[in-house]
């Protein structure tokens, strides 16, 4: 019974730290899709930029 008892205690742990792993690559997940919108939107107002100050140039020219 003993033995029973410990396995018992050993699933539990197992499936907290699955739940743990799950929610962690979750919330990874979620933060590099943040971080990529967000460099998505600094690069095209970037090149957006780069785009305005070539018309300016051939403007002068």
């Not at 008892?5 to 899709?33: A, D």
């Not at 967000?38 to 020219?61: M, P």
């Amino acid at each position: 019974m003993n033995i029973e008892n410990q396995m018992g205690k050993n699933e539990l742990g197992n499936r907290k730290i699955q739940k743990l792993i799950l929610v962690l690559i979750f919330f990874i997940n979620n933060t590099f899709s943040f971080l990529s919108k967000i460099n998505e939107y600094f690069f095209n107002s970037s090149r957006f930029n780069a785009h305005i100050s070539l018309l300016e140039i051939q403007r002068k020219v």
